[in-house]
C-alpha cells in the first residue's frame, strides 16, 4: 500500500497542484514531497499497528529483524525514486498516470502479500523476485514473523539498486522541473 499509495500521489501530484505551481515561486519538489510525506505517516501507523499485532500474536523478534530498517530503507528509496520519476513524465505525458496503475495492479499479483513466493512454480519465481517490493515484502516476513535472515540473495546489492533508482528519479526529475509549468 505505501508503494502504491506514494507512486500514485507523486506521480500526479504535480497536476493536482498546477495552479499553486504555476502562481508561485516555490520549489516543485514540494508538491512530490509532500504526497511521500503524507502516505509515509499513513505507512508509520500501519508499522505501528503490525508491531503491536506482532507483540499481541506472541510473536518474538529474533535476531535477523534487525536488518528490517535496512528492507524499510529500500523500499523508501525505491519508492521516492519513482515518485519524482514519474511525476514529471505525467505531466509532459498524461498516459503515464492511467498506464502506471495498470503497473501497479500487475504488480499486485506479482508480489507476495497474500501468498507466499514458495507457492509460486520454480520456473516463475524469477517474476516474483524481480520484483523490488516483493523481495522487501518476503524479506520482511522472513526477518520479523519467521525468525530467519532474509534469503541468501543479500542485503547490501538490492539496498545499492534502490539507492539507484532514487538517484535516476531525482536526476530525471530535476532536469525536468525546469520545464513542467510549461505543460500545465
Given at each position: 500500500?505505501?508503494?502504491?499509495?506514494c507512486t500514485s500521489t507523486g506521480t500526479g501530484s504535480l497536476?493536482a497542484r498546477a495552479n499553486l505551481l504555476s502562481k508561485s515561486?516555490?520549489?516543485?519538489?514540494?508538491?512530490?514531497?509532500?504526497?511521500?510525506?503524507?502516505?509515509?505517516?499513513?505507512?508509520?501507523?500501519?508499522?505501528?499497528?503490525?508491531?503491536?499485532?506482532?507483540?499481541?500474536?506472541?510473536t518474538s523478534l529474533g535476531i535477523p529483524a534487525v536488518t528490517?530498517?535496512?528492507?524499510?530503507?529500500?523500499?523508501?528509496?525505491?519508492?521516492?525514486?519513482?515518485?519524482?520519476?514519474?511525476?514529471?513524465?505525467?505531466?509532459?505525458?498524461?498516459?503515464?498516470?492511467?498506464?502506471?496503475?495498470?503497473?501497479?495492479?500487475?504488480?499486485?499479483?506479482?508480489?507476495?502479500?497474500?501468498?507466499?513466493?514458495?507457492?509460486?512454480?520454480?520456473?516463475?519465481?524469477?517474476?516474483?523476485?524481480?520484483?523490488?517490493?516483493?523481495?522487501?515484502?518476503?524479506?520482511?516476513?522472513?526477518?520479523?514473523?519467521?525468525?530467519?535472515?532474509?534469503?541468501?540473495?543479500?542485503?547490501?546489492?538490492?539496498?545499492?539498486?534502490?539507492?539507484?533508482?532514487?538517484?535516476?528519479?531525482?536526476?530525471?526529475?530535476?532536469?525536468?522541473?525546469?520545464?513542467?509549468?510549461?505543460?500545465?
Amino acid at each position: 500500500n505505501f508503494f502504491d499509495e506514494c507512486t500514485s500521489t507523486g506521480t500526479g501530484s504535480l497536476l493536482a497542484r498546477a495552479n499553486l505551481l504555476s502562481k508561485s515561486p516555490m520549489p516543485r519538489s514540494v508538491a512530490v514531497n509532500s504526497a511521500l510525506l503524507s502516505a509515509g505517516l499513513t505507512f508509520a501507523i500501519n508499522l505501528g499497528v503490525l508491531m503491536i499485532v506482532i507483540r499481541a500474536t506472541g510473536t518474538s523478534l529474533g535476531i535477523p529483524a534487525v536488518t528490517f530498517p535496512l528492507l524499510l530503507l529500500d523500499l523508501i528509496l525505491q519508492t521516492t525514486g519513482m515518485a519524482f520519476l514519474l511525476a514529471p513524465l505525467h505531466v509532459h505525458f498524461r498516459d503515464i498516470g492511467y498506464l502506471w496503475k495498470i503497473a501497479l495492479q500487475v504488480g499486485f499479483w506479482l508480489t507476495p502479500i497474500i501468498y507466499l513466493d514458495t507457492m509460486v512454480p520454480e520456473r516463475w519465481r524469477w517474476l516474483v523476485w524481480a520484483n523490488p517490493v516483493g523481495r522487501v515484502i518476503g524479506d520482511s516476513r522472513r526477518a520479523l514473523i519467521w525468525g530467519l535472515w532474509p534469503a541468501p540473495r543479500g542485503l547490501l546489492l538490492p539496498t545499492l539498486i534502490s539507492a539507484v533508482v532514487c538517484a535516476v528519479g531525482v536526476a530525471v526529475f530535476r532536469r525536468l522541473q525546469g520545464r513542467i509549468v510549461e505543460y500545465f
